[in-house]
């Protein structure tokens, strides 16, 4: 993903340290793991899935997008929802967080600033604000581990497995025909995937399985 920040010392790619990885490649051995990386740049805004800013420059979005919705209600007849908008903007409050997703979509084509997710930063340590941007732009993460590799994931809230599988490679999606299912907070509690298998730990599901939080994905598919 990428998030949009202009403080100069979160700029370029960070990997998110999840040590629920760690746990997979412990116990499968996997020579490589891969975390899920985030990258900060200062480039193209529009582009970006949320933003990282102070909260002195999240007063400066809000008043962008006030001159925004001020010049839009002139020229559209979507004043109702522009009225809204005013109202939480004029309170300091950002859209994204007062909006129903609903509302959000019903803007999306007025590029709105802080209809995005917006992460304040108040000098939190790095791994709480990771957690604090995919919370804010509601992404969860699955797993896959192997002989070969153990790597992050992550998907929107609410996806199911055949947007799961897109994640890995569009050949999975394309040609899914159901996974091998089991969540990372169940590792301790099976020797085996057999074991796990035999204990109703591991799940075999179809493609309109909803994506958990934690989830180790195993796609069998056919193209």
Request: net charge negative; with cysteine.
């Amino acid at each position: 993903m990428k998030v949009f920040t202009e403080l100069p010392d979160f700029l370029g790619k960070k990997a998110y340290h999840d040590e629920r990885l760690e746990n997979l490649k412990d116990r499968f051995g996997s020579p490589k793991i891969t975390f899920y990386s985030v990258e900060f740049t200062n480039q193209n805004r529009d582009a970006c899935q949320c933003i990282l800013v102070t909260k002195e420059k999240s007063l400066d979005l809000i008043v962008e997008d006030i001159e925004r919705a001020e010049s839009l209600a002139s020229k559209t007849e979507s004043k109702e929802v522009l009225k809204k908008v005013l109202e939480i903007l004029n309170q300091e409050k950002l859209l994204s967080r007062e909006l129903s997703g609903e509302e959000l979509f019903s803007i999306k084509e007025y590029a709105f600033a802080t209809a995005k997710p917006v992460i304040i930063f108040e000098n939190q340590d790095q791994d709480a604000l990771f957690k604090e941007i995919f919370s804010r732009a509601k992404l969860i993460f699955f797993f896959t581990s192997g002989k070969k590799e153990s790597r992050a994931w992550a998907v929107d809230r609410g996806a199911d497995i055949v947007a799961a599988a897109a994640k890995i490679h569009t050949d999975l999606a394309r040609g899914f025909i159901r996974a091998e299912v089991y969540n990372i907070r169940d590792l301790e509690n099976f020797k085996n995937l057999q074991d796990a298998k035999a204990r109703g730990i591991l799940k075999l599901v179809d493609r309109d399985y909803i994506v958990e939080e934690g989830d180790v994905i195993d796609i069998k598919f056919k193209v």
